[in-house]
């Protein structure tokens, strides 16, 4: 079975800080993909990125970048220089290889951010 | 469209009658998923489709729920007899060629 841990339920930061959401996977497929999706206050889910399994390299995208640590089965993701539009819930979902059962979703439990002036 | 539309965007309906949630696709995608959330939670799958077959349904919960995608496009999730206990956010999202899923607005649904 799958599964998604993400440990911090909320976090405060000043604007201007940097933050580091953190997720953990389990999975016994050997090909999966990695995906982080954020929930503004209006209530959509906005999709961030996915990573494939086999690419472990980092990626940055603007304020954004994701580190992926196979060996600790991790996939973070840090905000530099947070915003109060940063403000939003985040989730963490790990799916396994669309040719195998279908890439459905199985998402953590999200961690609150909260950026204040 | 530009995107994934669900509707309605809210339902409110009483226990014990039926209900269905539609969800219009990105134009072109293949895949079609519901998930349904809860408040504090994540997301949680539901069933998916691949064009008009509906590919895996372990995630319904029950009998009473059921879904349809008779033409590869639009979806409908239906609840019959629903209960308190369904009360939900319902999601939909859209998938090509494997790569992210896109969601809809979603559909909160409130039974009485």
């Known amino acids: 079975a799958q599964k998604v841990t993400q440990a911090q339920t909320e976090i405060s930061v000043v604007e201007k800080e940097d933050v580091t959401l953190d997720c953990v996977y389990e999975?016994?497929?050997?090909?999966?993909?990695l995906f982080w999706y954020k929930q503004p206050p209006s209530g959509e889910l906005v999709f961030l990125i996915r990573?494939?399994?086999?690419?472990?390299q980092n990626e940055i995208s603007g304020r954004y970048s994701w580190n992926f640590q196979k060996s600790t089965s991790s996939f973070n993701f840090t905000i530099t220089a947070s915003q109060v539009v940063d403000s939003a819930v985040y989730f963490c979902a790990l799916s396994g290889a669309v040719t195998g059962g279908g890439n459905k979703l199985t998402f953590g439990t999200g961690t609150q951010l909260k950026v204040e002036l | 469209g530009a995107g994934v539309s669900q509707s309605p965007r809210y339902k409110v309906t009483k226990r014990g009658q039926d209900v269905a949630l539609r969800c219009d696709p990105i134009s072109g995608h293949v895949s079609l998923y519901w998930y349904r959330q809860a408040l504090g939670q994540g997301p949680e799958f539901l069933t998916y489709?691949?064009?008009?077959?509906?590919?895996?349904k372990s995630g319904l919960p029950n009998d009473r729920f059921s879904a349809e995608r008779p033409e590869g496009s639009i979806s409908t999730l239906t609840i019959q007899r629903t209960e308190q206990r369904d009360s939900a956010m319902y999601r939909c999202?859209?998938?090509?060629?494997?790569?992210?899923?896109?969601f809809g607005p979603g559909t909160r649904l409130t039974v009485l």
């Open positions: 489709f691949n064009y008009e077959a509906q590919q895996d």
């Open positions: 999202a859209s998938s090509g060629n494997g790569a992210g899923q896109f």
């Open positions: 990573r494939n399994s086999f690419d472990e």
């Open positions: 999975t016994r497929d050997t090909t999966y993909y």
